[in-house]
């Protein structure tokens, strides 16, 4: 949440307990993070830095600014 703080942009996050679902959107390690979809980062907690980043870009995918 803080990430999507800093950069200033308006995400909805949603926190997946159901396994299946986890397995279905492809992710093979937690934690896990994903963007309409599309898994961005698993296997660790990234960093407030690399969360910033690697939402960034993600978000510049879909057109989006952000204050990065």
Do not use: C, F
């Not at 999507?4 to 995400?11: P, W």
């Not at 959107?25 to 907690?45: D, F, N, S, W, Y």
Request: without cysteine; charged residues 25%; negative net charge.
């Amino acid at each position: 949440d803080e990430a999507i703080r800093q950069l200033k942009v308006s995400l909805e996050v949603e926190i997946i307990g159901d396994i299946r679902l986890i397995k279905a959107a492809g992710v093979e390690m937690m934690p896990a993070l994903a963007l309409e979809g599309k898994i961005l980062h698993q296997g660790r907690t990234p960093n407030l830095r690399e969360a910033m980043s690697i939402l960034a870009a993600a978000l510049a995918e879909h057109g989006v600014t952000t204050a990065l």
